[in-house]
């Protein structure tokens, strides 16, 4: 898991065994499996909230990583609503919306996940992946 820095290309989506979590399930971490589009490599990704990820506002801020459009585009976030701007322009399901690179364990292709977690209703926590898409970094 780590952090992204310079600007990259948005590739495949890669298919994820669950993206949804409530409550317990999310505790001490969400896990799941998502599915290397170029090799079928099976990965496990594990999310612990609160401590794995970091703000997405970095990678879009100024555009450094990636556009805002292409996060629009590719379905990764969308615009926050007026009432939760304090999260951010972009976010999923108007929480705090996090990221995180990861590698294929066989491949070593990169991906990049995104995903938000916060309590939705009073004792309704909810951790929900955006998805896994894979990426190149672009010269
Ligand atoms: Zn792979």
């Known amino acids: 898991m780590y952090s992204i820095s310079k600007k990259i290309k948005i590739g495949k989506k890669a298919l994820i065994q669950k993206d949804r979590f409530i409550n ?7 896990v799941t499996r998502f599915t290397c589009c170029e090799c079928g490599q099976e990965n496990t990704v594990e999310i612990s909230p609160y401590q794995s990820g970091f703000p997405i506002l970095q990678i879009y801020n100024e555009n450094k990583v990636i556009s ?4 629009l585009k ?7 609503s007026q009432r939760m701007q304090h999260y951010g322009a972009l976010t ?3 929480m705090p919306t996090l990221y ?16 938000s ?4 209703q009073p004792s ?3 951790l929900n ?3 896994i898409w894979e990426y190149q970094e672009v010269e």
Request: hydrophobic share 30%; with cysteine.
């Open 24 to 30: 317990d399930e999310a505790i001490p971490a969400a």
């Open 68 to 71: 805002r459009s292409e996060l």
């Open 74 to 80: 590719n379905q990764m976030t969308t615009e926050t």
């Open 92 to 94: 999923v399901n108007d």
């Open 100 to 115: 995180f690179g990861t590698n294929c364990t066989s491949c070593n292709a990169n991906y990049i996940c995104i995903f």
């Open 117 to 120: 977690y916060g309590e939705k």
């Open 124 to 126: 309704l926590e909810v």
């Open 129 to 131: 992946i955006s998805g």
